[in-house]
């Protein structure tokens, strides 16, 4: 008898062969050191592994423990996914957040600095920073990050420099420049704040708005923030959306956010 063709497990092999064919991507042209990017690879395996099995195997058992095994494991999927559809969610609404006005500061996240130039992902945060103190020039930016061990300079010093250079006043700068996490960009800065409920936009990039803005509300206790988010057009946009729901349920369970 010929062998039906089972359609979810067609599904998990296409699916598969996207995940490895993104993660290969990726590598080439960003390079394959990228962050979490390794779970591309992870999935693309377990789908095409669980497709072929599906594929393969003659028929299913019906014994009690299988099925009972089966009806857990779909459970405990259907409530991961529906986790990561809500947190995407979240990481959607930050992308497309519009800044506020005549804000008091605004604090412009530190990224990869390359020897003492931004990387391109720094570079989008400056701009972003850039454009928004011309339209409000009465606003104050607090620039933010250390210096990492191959970083000639601080990130906060590269994004002051760029900042001075488009010819930002330096009284309009300030520099936070001890910084190593999200959680301590936010509580460093909110120390160089005056006020009790000063109003605060935070500049970066559109995938890190949202987790950026709860933190900053949780860790430094600003009632009055809003998102600023800058553009990332690059291949790695799916990655770093995906990124942040692990990053966002680390912080959860940190009390980062909630």
């Not at 003492?116 to 720094?122: F, H, N, R």
Request: aromatic share 10%.
């Amino acid at each position: 008898m010929k062998q039906q063709i089972k359609p979810f497990s067609i599904v998990l092999l296409i699916f598969g062969t996207i995940f490895t064919g993104y993660y290969i991507l990726c590598g080439f042209l960003a390079g394959f050191h990228v962050s979490m990017l390794w779970v591309w690879l992870l999935l693309g395996l377990l789908c095409i592994g669980k497709g072929l099995w599906e594929l393969l195997r003659k028929e299913k058992s019906n014994g009690k423990t299988a099925q009972v095994l089966t009806v857990v494991a779909r459970s405990i999927i259907s409530i991961l996914l529906a986790v990561f559809v809500l947190e995407e969610g979240f990481v959607l609404s930050g992308m497309v957040k519009q800044p506020k006005p005549h804000l008091d500061y605004i604090v412009v996240l530190g990224a990869r600095v390359f020897g003492t130039e931004p990387s391109p992902i720094l570079q989008y945060r400056i701009d972003a920073a850039y454009e928004y103190l011309m339209e409000n020039p009465e606003t104050v930016a607090i620039v933010s990050g250390g210096q990492g061990g191959n970083e000639s300079i601080s990130e906060a010093e590269c994004i002051a420099r760029e900042l001075r250079k488009r010819g930002v006043p330096s009284e309009c700068i300030l520099l936070e420049d001890k910084s190593t996490t999200t959680a301590e960009n936010m509580a460093y800065s909110r120390a160089l704040m005056k006020g009790d409920n000063p109003t605060v936009g935070i500049v970066t990039n559109n995938f890190h708005v949202f987790r950026s803005v709860c933190i900053a509300r949780k860790r430094a206790g600003l009632h009055h923030v809003s998102g600023i988010p800058a553009p990332y057009p690059s291949i790695l946009l799916p990655h770093y959306m995906m990124r942040e729901f692990f990053t966002i349920t680390v912080d959860t369970m940190l009390g980062n956010t909630i």
